[in-house]
């Protein structure tokens, strides 16, 4: 118990110390804005915050994804989960990236107002003094800003994850405790290293004296870079000249002002000789901090005492027409030309005498190595993770990936912020409007993303009223009888006169209808051990491909897999870390990608995914990629084969607008089924190559931002780009709709009554008002909510086909949880998971007595009508 006090007491005096540090700075602010008008002090606080809105996004960006939106709080629970687990990876990563991010956010920060505030020639010397306070302040706020955002994001995650009961387990809460009790001391020791001078000239500069040298600017340096004239513009020391004053008074200052005016004037006339420095400036006379440091001093020094000013021609005079040389002369012309104006040089009678210190920017020696350490470092580490030479991403995990990123592209900037204001006398263009240019001549000449193919067609495809005539002759043996089932919730199902044949739609959704789909299909095999045998065809779109794909995969392709429990298996998959690998391209990579001619796969984030579907296949099963189905080819032997179901996987071409498709059958146009099919068979002129079977999943799940288009070029040098099959149809009804268009004929034939399982996202929206705006929201909500319109009207149109021209069974199959609880995500926590397997066991759940429950499903268990 004293060890715990001696704990608590030790954290609440790091808050203290914290607190109070805030506070102080807060209390400086203030004191240093006594008197200064509050709409000055409004100005102000925009004029100091404005350099710095390229830094405050990425702490929006933080904001949004950790707290806001459900993928972020499920990847914090994910850390936490890790954690229990006894795997702390990705927490060290996440605190390593957040303390590289805050460093550079508040380097950053510092630097640009370095740079750009130029304020101390306009403002008041009580403004000036109240600038540079806001400056400290605003750096320190970016400094632990990253630290706030984390650990608010952990304790929203806690309160909304843990039930009331749960609060008081240790064992349930001590990783988060864990993580809180780390956030607060590394808060604790960059607020001391970075800002408290205390300990910085007490301990640090003390024990360690060559670093510090390194970490903190030295004395002057430090000085004349918080002086707000913008360190790389020239430094000038005005004296306003006698002119402009007054009688009233003149007397009292006169001796003074005469005699500081004799001491510089031979400086003025040249008949001074400069000092043992070089120096022409009355150094003698002015305070000690006003006067330009060494750095600066290089003989380099411009005295001015003069200016341009216009005249009309015929107020030149003589000798000035007779010495033209002091004459700007705009038009060539002749000064006779009557009206007409030109420039002359003379002496400013009122102004001031100015000394101009031409930079010498070799002065910021130290400022300029922590510079470069930073931009080399962020540009190095980029490079790395690019390349995968430092630890997987998996182990670094999504929240540290992130929070590294942030770091490194704030860094790149500091650099390119370096190079346009360092070198901008000697280069007229800015290295950062450069970039910029390179970049879009590059994406004008690059096949952006082109999809991973793998030598020549190894197989056939079979037309697909073939392929249902062979898949419906293997099947013979199995019409008009009953299927026997083992299955935990029913003892026996009961033959019903006809041969059922099941039809699946899975509709989009990342992850979460993956998983959904994945699971409720295993759940039903391992229910029923025959139920893979009446699949004859799936059509499925982005998420719901990878749910279809991996039943689809162990159900018919590793045969040698099997027996296995597919339920656990199938929660085994969807459990791995599918969104680290393609962060770590997107923040990463595939950034580098868009400055080279050349894309290289390596750097591509939706090859990332596709390998990751590859890789946590692997790990379950221990496959080499000779007998991993998720590497091996997809129009493989066994994908055709007539026992193997017609799958479509659904896809959107950018160029055309169509709804296409990749099928291990060949479509046949027939009627209102599958027009337009030479267009929309990817298979058919379209690829030239064989793909991957995760790549044919891949350019269905191409989700927005998450993973790019795929560019497929054609001999002719057209190229087609495919995006996610959502853009279309999200339900994979209109597919569906064709299929059994073709087939109708047959199903009736061969005496087979259709159950088609409508795996849904969810509940179909509520209703949602465009009033706010409407102008522009009607847009926007207009083309979002058309591609609902029509799922909705394929849906319904797939029913009425199957209800009343087939006479089968329509079992629609949403999602019934919203995204709080299963987001759309590649990655799923143990929570979210839990959830998932909670819906799936309600949906499969008995009634009273070991009667079929309500469930519309049961329909399928039993089959019947």
């Known amino acids: ?148 955002i984390i650990l608010i994001s952990f304790s929203f995650v806690f309160f909304t994850t843990t039930r009331f009961d749960e609060i008081k387990k240790f064992e349930i809460n001590w990783p988060f405790i864990v993580i809180f009790v780390i956030t607060i001391l590394l808060t604790q020791f960059l607020v001391r290293f970075y800002l408290d001078r205390k300990w910085i000239i007490g301990r640090f500069q003390k024990t360690y004296p060559e670093l510090a040298k390194f970490f903190k600017l030295n004395h002057i340096e430090d000085q004349w870079s918080k002086k707000l004239f913008g360190i790389y513009n020239d430094y000038v020391f005005l004296v306003r000249k006698e002119n402009v004053y007054i009688d009233r008074d003149w007397d009292n200052v006169r001796t003074s002002y005469e005699k500081f005016i004799a001491s ?94 031409k930079l010498n920017p070799a002065f910021y020696k130290t400022l300029h190595k922590q510079v470069g350490v930073i931009a080399l470092g962020s540009l190095v580490t980029i490079i790395l993770i690019s390349f995968g030479f430092i630890l997987s991403p998996e182990w670094i995990g999504s929240p540290g990936l992130v929070c590294l990123s942030f770091a490194c592209w704030q860094g790149i900037y500091a650099g390119l912020l370096f190079l346009d204001a360092r070198y901008k006398r000697n280069v007229p263009i800015s290295f950062r409007w450069l970039l910029v240019a390179w ?47 083992t299955s935990p919730y029913y003892d026996t199902a009961h033959p019903k006169g006809r041969t059922p044949v099941i039809f699946i739609t899975a509709e989009g959704g990342a992850l979460r209808t993956g998983a959904f789909t994945a699971m409720l299909m295993a759940a039903l095999q391992d229910a029923f051990p025959d139920f893979k045998n009446h699949i004859y065809a799936y059509s499925s779109v982005s998420g719901g491909t990878v749910g279809v794909g991996f039943f689809h995969s162990i159900a018919y392709l590793d045969t040698a897999s099997r027996p296995i429990n597919f339920r656990e298996v199938t929660r085994k998959f969807f459990l791995k870390d599918q969104l680290s690998p393609v962060l770590s391209k997107f923040f990463f990579a595939d950034l580098l990608n868009n400055l080279w001619p050349v894309q290289f796969e390596r750097f591509d984030r939706a090859v990332a995914l596709e390998k990751a579907w590859e890789n946590s296949y692997e790990s379950i099963f221990s496959k080499t990629n000779t007998l991993n189905p998720f590497g091996r080819v997809f129009l493989s032997p066994e994908n055709a084969a007539p026992t193997t179901p017609a799958w479509f996987i659904n896809t959107t071409e950018v ?74 149809e999200n339900t994979g009804s209109k597919t569906m709709l064709e299929i059994l268009t073709l087939l109708k004929d047959g199903l009736k034939n061969k005496g087979f009554i259709p159950y088609l399982l409508h795996l849904r996202f969810g509940e179909d929206g509520n209703f949602q008002s465009t009033s706010f705006l409407n102008e522009i929201n009607s847009i926007a909500q207009g083309m979002y909510n058309v591609r609902s319109g029509y799922s909705r009207i394929y849906s319904e149109s797939l ?67």
Not at 100 to 106: M, P, Q, R, Y
Not at 302 to 331: A, G, M, Q, W
């Open 1 to 148: 118990m004293n060890i715990i006090n001696r704990i608590l007491g030790y954290l609440g005096g790091v808050l203290l110390y914290i607190f109070l540090f805030l506070k102080d700075e807060y209390l400086k602010l203030r004191f240093v804005g006594k008197g200064i008008p509050r709409h000055e002090k409004i100005t102000d606080i925009v004029e100091v915050f404005r350099p710095t809105i390229f830094f405050f996004l990425f702490n929006l960006l933080a904001l949004l994804f950790f707290l806001l939106l459900p993928q972020g709080k499920d990847v914090i629970l994910i850390v936490a989960e890790d954690l229990r687990s006894f795997r702390p990876g990705p927490m060290f990563s996440l605190f390593a990236g957040l303390v590289v991010w805050s460093v550079v956010a508040e380097f950053g920060v510092r630097y640009k107002l370095y740079i750009t505030d130029n304020s101390a020639f306009a403002l008041t010397s009580e403004r000036v003094e109240y600038r540079k306070q806001l400056q400290a302040f605003f750096s320190i706020s970016y400094l632990i800003l990253p630290f706030i």
């Open 264 to 357: 510089i004037k031979p400086f003025m006339n040249g008949k001074r000789p400069p000092d043992e420095n070089g120096n022409q400036f009355p150094q003698d006379f002015v305070v000690k901090s006003e006067i330009p440091p060494q750095g600066f001093n290089k003989g380099d020094i411009e005295f001015k005492k003069s200016e341009f000013t216009y005249v009309l021609s015929e107020e030149l005079t003589d000798d000035e027409r007779k010495h033209p040389d002091s004459i700007l002369v705009l038009n060539k012309k002749p000064f006779q030309q009557e009206n007409k104006l030109y420039f002359k040089r003379k002496e400013n009678e009122n102004g001031y005498y100015r000394w101009v210190f």
């Open 439 to 485: 970049v879009l001549i590059v994406s004008y000449i690059n096949i952006d993303h082109p999809v991973r193919t793998t030598g020549s067609y190894e197989t056939s495809r079979t037309p697909m009223l073939s392929h249902f005539q062979q898949w419906a002759d293997n099947h013979s043996n199995s019409k008009k009888t009953a299927t026997v089932s």
């Open 655 to 728: 160029e055309s607008g169509l709804q296409c498709y990749l099928s291990n059958v060949v479509p046949v146009t027939k009627g209102d089924a599958f027009l337009l099919n030479d267009e929309r068979d990817i298979f058919s002129k379209k690829l030239p190559r064989n793909i991957n079977y995760s790549t044919a999943m891949s350019l269905s799940a191409r989700f927005p931002l998450v993973s790019p288009s795929a560019a497929v070029a054609l001999n002719d040098k057209r190229v087609f780009h495919y995006v996610d099959g959502g853009y279309a």
């Open 799 to 865: 029913r009425k086909m199957v209800e009343d021209t087939l006479k089968g069974c329509f079992i629609n199959i949403p999602l019934p949880v919203n995204a709080a609880d299963v987001p759309m995500s590649w990655v799923l926590s143990d929570r979210s998971m839990a959830n998932l397997e909670k819906v799936i066991d309600q949906i499969l759940a008995k009634g009273e007595n070991g009667a079929p429950g309500k469930h519309p499903m049961h329909k399928l268990f039993l089959f019947e009508k």
